[in-house]
């Protein structure tokens, strides 16, 4: 079994700045990309930015130059630095792991519970 786990939520003014975490942990024999989701309400999810293994990097258009994801491959811990927060940014973000648990298992995605970020003054 994996666990995806975030934290790093948090309410900021526009303009501002937060910095997501999230770890995996648990049964894994190799994690393959990871990514951040975010789904406002009223909308459904959609991807912000991904990176692989090698570090070859995914973003939404909507946060191209403003967020950053970036990953620690020794501690299983995908980041995602947030800047020039928009209200538009407010959501709840969750990190998405593809992972292994043995070498001969299938590649399966793990989600986390969820981490809520709002951006108002």
């Known amino acids: 079994q994996v666990h995806v786990v975030e934290s790093g939520g948090g309410l900021v003014q526009p303009g501002g700045s937060l910095r997501l975490s999230c770890a995996a942990s648990?049964?894994?024999?190799?994690?393959?990309?990871m990514a951040w989701h975010r789904q406002a309400p009223g909308k459904q999810r959609e991807l912000v930015a991904s990176?692989?293994?090698?570090?070859?990097?995914n973003y939404a258009d909507s946060v191209k130059g403003r967020f950053t994801i970036s990953r620690d491959n020794a501690k299983n811990t995908v980041y995602l630095q947030m800047n020039s927060l928009k209200p538009d940014d407010t959501a709840v973000y969750y990190c998405?792991?593809?992972?292994?648990?043995?070498?001969?298992?299938?590649?399966?995605?793990?989600w986390g519970q969820g981490t809520q970020v709002t951006v108002s003054s």
């Open positions: 648990g049964s894994i024999f190799s994690i393959n990309a």
């Open positions: 998405r792991t593809i992972a292994q648990t043995m070498a001969t298992s299938p590649r399966y995605q793990y």
């Open positions: 990176i692989t293994s090698a570090g070859s990097t």
